[in-house]
């Protein structure tokens, strides 16, 4: 049994640093061409929620309007064309979905 731990502890290990480097390295190719953009991360430290948002004037107002909100840094790089992502916020929860299907609108 503990042969079997030791190599699905090894492989799960070896998956996670390969990706992790792999996504980075995507991601630092990705933020430096023009068809990308960045997508800002900030996290509510009321409600434990993660926001994400491309719109850089809302990423400077939030922590200035709440010190509940903390910038994170950039999460990634989004292309500028393609679909587009909605944000709906439910005021009873206090989250945010992200869709691409304008029906769940």
């Known amino acids: 049994m503990r042969k079997y731990f030791k190599i699905f502890l090894g492989t799960w290990l070896v998956l996670t640093l390969f990706t992790f480097l792999g996504f980075t390295k995507l991601d630092r190719v990705m933020a430096d061409s023009p068809q990308s953009q ?8 009321r409600n434990m929620e993660h926001l994400h948002t491309a719109d850089v ?22 292309p ?14 206090g989250e945010h979905l992200y869709t691409k299907d304008s029906y769940e609108l």
């Open 57 to 78: 004037n809302e990423k400077n107002r939030l922590p200035k309007l709440s010190k509940d909100w903390k910038y994170e840094g950039i999460a990634w790089a989004a």
């Open 80 to 93: 500028v064309s393609g679909d587009t992502v909605f944000r709906v916020y439910n005021p009873k929860s």
């Open 38 to 45: 960045p997508i800002y991360r900030l996290y509510n430290t």
